[in-house]
């Protein structure tokens, strides 16, 4: 009997990505009433080499039977990717979240290591998602534009910036007011430009400082002015802002509605007046995107 899956929608409009320690029962037990759209169960950096094993175990058992919940494997040249593979793919993520991938050969190589352990699970083929960290690597910033039809698997890309400043050699990577210096806010608009190339969702990096809330709902709020469609989170606490931030207002919804109805009503237009200001085929885009957006929201 095959697995039952999450439907691509409740995926791809996930507004948040709460990471939880793979080798902590009791986080992995709270969890899940943290209020966040999907859990990423981390095998990777929040889990020491020697607590792995063990680790693989209860991802496994937490795994079963869950919808939305992602497992963060260890790169995929490593010696530990095909064990955490191995270990939790009998429960069937949603999907696998790829770390230091140096390009999208990477999540190619993942693509065909899934398609033979869904066929051992009995996992319908092709089901099983990837969501790349793509600039990890500072080589993987020159070749973001090959995923583009890399693997159908791929649900969207999401990127960070410590492993990036350790391999350039930083000593920080924001300035004094908490902005990303240049090299970072330019691997920010990369991935957000290669997600949107491939037609995936693209989701911002963690805010790191989790007990400052105005500067996360500062920065959500900025996330999905820019196109983010959701936002990692490193802590519990950070769920319900980075969830609110990614709602859009009333005015907004009214708005893209308003939108809608004058271009039904004048199907031949291409641009037109409202408010005293011209709108034209791409305000249209992007206000059937909202509304599709709220609409998954609400299911």
């Given at each position: ?33 943290a209020g966040a759209d ?141 902005n990303w210096l240049p ?6 608009s990369l991935c957000l ?107």
């Open positions: 009997m095959q697995a039952q899956r999450l439907d691509d929608a409740s995926i791809i409009m996930s507004r948040s990505f709460l990471f939880v320690p793979a080798d902590s029962e009791r986080k992995l037990r709270k969890a899940g009433s999907a859990l990423i169960v981390d095998l990777e950096d929040s889990v020491a080499a020697d607590a792995r094993p063990d680790a693989r175990v209860l991802a496994c058992e937490y795994l079963a039977g869950k919808k939305n919940v992602w497992v963060r494997i260890n790169p995929i040249d490593s010696d530990d990717a095909e064990a955490d593979l191995e270990g939790v793919m009998p429960s069937a993520p949603t999907g696998i979240v790829l770390p230091k991938p140096r390009s999208a050969a990477a999540a190619i190589e993942l693509d065909e290591k899934l398609l033979v352990l869904e066929s051992k699970h009995g996992i319908e083929t092709g089901s099983t998602r990837i969501l790349p960290l793509c600039t990890e690597h500072p080589e993987a910033l020159f070749t973001l534009n090959a995923y583009v039809g890399a693997t159908q698997r791929l649900a969207g890309l999401t990127w960070g910036a410590e492993d990036l400043s350790a391999a350039v050699g930083a000593t920080t990577h924001r300035d004094e007011n908490g090299t970072y806010e330019m691997a920010r430009l290669a997600a949107a190339a491939a037609e995936v969702a693209a989701i911002d990096t963690v805010f790191t400082d989790y007990k400052d809330n105005q500067g996360l709902r500062r920065y959500a709020s900025n996330a999905r002015r820019d196109g983010f469609s959701g936002m990692l989170a490193i802590h519990p606490a950070q769920v319900e802002v980075i969830n609110a931030a990614f709602v859009p207002s009333a005015e907004e919804m009214q708005r893209a509605a308003r939108i809608v109805e004058l271009f039904a009503a004048n199907p031949g237009a291409g641009t037109i007046g409202m408010d005293g200001k011209m709108i034209d085929r791409p305000h249209l885009v992007q206000a059937r995107r909202l509304l599709e957006s709220a609409k998954n929201q609400e299911t």
